[in-house]
Nanobody, 117 residues
Framework: QVQLVESGGGLVQAGGSLRLSCAPS????????MGWYRQAPGKQRELVAT???????NYADSVKGRFTISRDNAKNTGYLQMNNTKPEDTAVYYC???????????WGQGTQVTVSS
């Protein structure tokens, strides 16, 4: 069964950088949009960034200028480059993939990102 495998989370000091990766464990078919979401303790899951198959991106206002979402279509892998991190970025980050056909939404298992002051 195909799953999304996330990696790259961890503990960083404020201002530091992390790079999250997301890749299907097997063939998932044609992928439309890839995205990253996060959920902090006691908070609702929120959008961080999305990227379409054509490279169009969308970011939450809170991460604009600091985070960069990208994808390597040859490797079928998505990335979230997190620069100039803030304690407010602390959350579990989830990768999301939209399959075109048959339509289906996939979620990663989540990876913890902790930014210390």
């Amino acid at each position: 069964q195909v799953q999304l495998v996330e990696s790259g989370g961890g503990l960083v000091q404020a201002g530091g950088s992390l790079r999250l990766s997301c890749a299907p464990s097997g063939s998932i078919g044609s992928i439309s949009t890839m995205g990253w979401y996060r959920q902090a303790p006691g908070k609702q899951r929120e959008l961080v960034a999305t990227i379409t198959s054509n490279g169009f991106t969308n970011y939450a206002d809170s991460v604009k200028g600091r985070f960069t979402i990208s994808r390597d279509n040859a490797k079928n892998t998505g990335y979230l480059q997190m620069n100039n991190t803030k304690p407010e970025d602390t959350a579990v980050y989830y990768c999301n993939v939209q399959r075109i056909f048959p339509p289906r939404t996939y979620w990663g298992q989540g990876t913890q990102v902790t930014v210390s002051s």
